[in-house]
């Protein structure tokens, strides 16, 4: 996919989308791998998510401001292994 004729703020955006993507949804790994400080991650995905424009998988907000606690959240995504 070529770069050029896209905004820089739209580049800026899918890497650090695919970024998170890759580390599974970690931001301070991102932020690591992307040299960028946690805090400009949050601050651009909270802009992101006012846009509309954050992917539902990465909307981790979107969960709690449904009532969804961490620890609810925590255990959706990392279900305890079964007993055999």
């Known amino acids: ?5 896209r905004k820089l703020a739209d580049i800026e955006m899918s890497a650090i989308i695919e970024t ?6 970690n931001r301070t ?6 040299g960028i400080s946690v805090r400009t991650i949050r601050n651009k995905l909270r ?4 846009l509309g424009l954050l992917p539902q998988s ?4 979107a ?10 959240l925590r255990t959706a995504s ?3 292994p079964q007993r055999l």
Do not use: F, I, N, S
């Open 1 to 5: 996919m070529t770069l050029a004729g």
């Open 20 to 25: 998170l993507d890759l580390v599974g949804g």
């Open 29 to 34: 790994a991102a932020a690591v791998q992307l």
């Open 47 to 50: 802009k992101c998510r006012a």
């Open 58 to 61: 990465l909307d981790v907000g």
């Open 63 to 72: 969960d709690r401001r449904a009532g969804r606690t961490e620890t609810e």
């Open 78 to 80: 990392h279900p305890a």
